[in-house]
Nanobody, 119 residues
Framework: VQLQASGGGSVRPGGWLRLSCVVS????????VSWYRQAPGKERELVAA???????EYEESARGRFTISRHTGKNTVYLEMDKLKPDDTAVYYC??????????????WGQGTQVTVSS
């Protein structure tokens, strides 16, 4: 299983970006896909998550500005980020947790995509 994150870039405060996480490979079940971010000098933190039953959760500062969604046919999870702030500047990673590969349950991470919010 591989995750490929993309869509980062540089935007001004108040701007919008959409991140994509494309999942490839074979698996039986992928119960939850999440977006994390890590700013310089800070620990990696959860931003948003979506479960295979459609339920979603958001970190407090992301709630109301970010939207996580899942396009099953494209094996892609999106993170739409609106009203971006300088504090949103970070490397964003997608993660698939407890993926049932048929042999084991394992977490997989994408490679990260840089988001920079600056005037």
């Amino acid at each position: 299983v591989q995750l490929q994150a993309s869509g980062g870039g540089s935007v001004r405060p108040g701007g919008w970006l959409r991140l994509s996480c494309v999942v490839s490979g074979s698996y039986f079940r992928m119960p939850v896909v999440s977006w994390y971010r890590q700013a310089p000098g800070k620990e990696r933190e959860l931003v948003a998550a979506i479960r295979d039953d459609g339920t979603k959760e958001y970190e407090e500062s992301a709630r109301g500005r970010f939207t996580i969604s899942r396009h099953t046919g494209k094996n892609t999870v999106y993170l739409e980020m609106d009203k971006l702030k300088p504090d949103d500047t970070a490397v964003y990673y997608c993660k698939a947790a407890q993926v049932d590969t048929g042999f084991e349950k394992k977490d997989f991470w994408g490679q990260g995509t840089q988001v920079t919010v600056s005037s």
